[in-house]
């Protein structure tokens, strides 16, 4: 919840009350008016025609095209890439309201225990860089980073040090510093050895320090100098209080100082791929922690980017990797993702010690989208002499090209893999078309988790299908926007209603209090229960309600509100009640039936047996 980010109810109420929605966004987008909503074209996406919306009534915005939406504080955050309390404080100055918000500290109040872990090894990280560059013990750590070309400038930038292989030097100098035994075993710096002697976990090696989000030192991971048989090149710091390697990335704080108004950053493999890249002059570079790219790090990069490019080795381990992590990516809202791919199977360090930066700087700016990056990668070890196999390649690749709903890239896609298979263009569409079409509809009553129900279950005011769809575009946009409307049955889109109907009308909202009504949907029932206790005290304004919701109940009640609902009335409203509070068990039996079926539909979609 929002409230959870520190700032009183009434402070928030008091900026949003005092600054229009449309006032704000108009900064950035042109509205023109349609119907009761502005519309204009979506800043966070591309597109040509518009379906960003702006409703002033419940001052909310949203898109129908991409799914972005909420109040005016989740415009903001969007829009700049900022933190709630951030966001409120910029709308604020915006309407010259005097507030006094602390936008640099809104974090719960850490422990004495992890304040004093991080000072430790703070401490440890400036001892390493001083070790690095000031004494004869790095001479020989300086003079191979020397040649990979890294410049002192970039040892500082990065903090770079040396742990020398004397494994009781750093247990000596902090317990000379007062760190204790037990500060010591916890930071994540020794291993234990028998009797409890403690011996320092890296030595001879060259220091990374990991920081996070703030740039404050978290662990560490050590390269080994040269090749040393049966000993890791790689050796980072074991999950400690501070440190998890699947919820960080290197060099995150940096890449988001950077200046970078498109907000894109380049994911590379590893440490070294991210320090070379800066030296190109690329500062915007990160690296998971030596694995695969984690859910915790996609949710991160989704908090902090609008673009991300995967930028991993060229060759074909690091096209599997690159695939893996696209397949991740997929899941993300509003992330754009794509891939550039480095030629002749180089990763990016090798890439820029050959050909230069500003080969370099060029080659990021040749991306692949990822179904151009599937269609190239699905063929790799396929014989293109081989009947069987090359018709399975053009299945799998047209299956990729099917996930476009527009036409020219999907026009581009056809060209590319008949080049890449040899097929013609002319068979590859009429085979795509067949494959667009799907299975035809089941007969009347059959396969329909619906043909239980009697025809009173559903209720007599809804219009049919119950697609949102925005109002026709202005004249001078052209046509109107394209609608990416996710498929769902009609029993959710009923709860969507009711919901809509609790939103706008307390009657309704009364009457499903009263009813003790449950939405099967937890998204929708939360939002609900939420709302009946905010009208508790609120009196029912909506535009300050939608600010106490995370993303996703923001999102999904700008949705809900942008849709266009018949008027209320009982019998609608009776109606929706009857299907989703009533205990009718062919109701419950025929949803459990519909979400089965749209499993089976999900599965068959991916190529996978069911």
Known sequence: MMLARMIPEATIDEVQNAVNIVDYVGQFVQLKKQGQNMFGLCPFHDENTPSFSVNEDKQIFHCFSCGRGGSVFKFVMDLDGVSFPEAVAKVAAFGHVDVNINTTDNRPRESATVTRQKAILAQVQ?????????????????????????????????????????????????????????????????????????????????????????????????????????????????????????????????????????????????????????????????????????????????????????????????????????????????????????????????????????????????????????????????????????????????????????????????????????VPRDALAQQLASTQAGPAPAASGQDDPFAAWDDNDIPPAAPSGWVAEPPAAPADYGPSASVATTRMSRFEKAERALLYYMLTDAETADLVGADAVEFPHGLYQGIADQWQDYRATNNDDLSNFTTRLTDEEGETVAAILATSWPPVNTDTTEGLIKVLGGNDLRTQLSHVKEQLQQAQRWVIRRGRPV
């Open 126 to 422: 400036k001892l390493f860089n001083h070790l690095l560059v000031n004494t004869a013990q790095g001479e020989a750590a300086l003079t191979y980073l020397h040649g990979r070309k890294m410049t002192d400038k970039t040892i500082e930038h990065f903090g770079i040090g040396f742990a020398p292989g004397d494994d009781q030097m750093l247990r000596k100098y902090l317990t000379k510093e007062g760190v204790s035994y037990e500060e010591q075993r916890a930071s994540g710096l020794f291993v234990d050895r028998d009797g409890g002697q403690l011996a320092s976990r890296f030595t001879n090696r060259v220091m990374f320090p990991l920081r996070n989000e703030r740039g404050e030192t978290i662990g560490f991971s050590g390269r080994v100098i040269g090749h040393q048989d049966g000993v890791a090149k790689y050796l980072n710091s074991p999950e400690t209080e501070l440190f998890n390697k699947r919820d960080t990335l290197f060099n995150l704080d940096q890449a988001k100082a950077a200046v970078n108004p498109d907000k894109r950053f380049y994911l590379f493999e590893g440490f070294m791929d991210v320090i070379t890249a800066y030296e190109a002059g690329v500062p915007t570079g990160i690296a998971s922690m030596g694995t695969s790219l984690t859910r915790e790090q996609i949710t991160i990069i989704n908090r902090v980017a609008k673009e991300i490019v995967v930028t991993y080795d060229g060759d074909l381990p690091g096209q599997k990797a690159a695939d893996r992590a696209l397949g991740m990516l997929q899941n993300t809202q509003h992330l754009q993702y794509s891939v550039c791919l480095l030629p002749d199977g180089m990763d990016p360090d090798e890439f820029i010690q050959n050909r230069g930066a500003d080969a370099f700087k060029q080659q990021l700016q040749h991306v692949l989208t990822p179904i151009a990056f599937r269609i190239m990668f699905l063929a790799n070890g396929v014989d293109m002499t081989n009947d069987h196999d090359k018709i399975a390649y053009v299945d799998a690749a047209l299956t990729e090209i099917a996930r476009e709903t527009e036409a020219v890239p999907r026009s581009l896609y056809l060209d590319q893999l008949a080049e890449r298979s040899g």
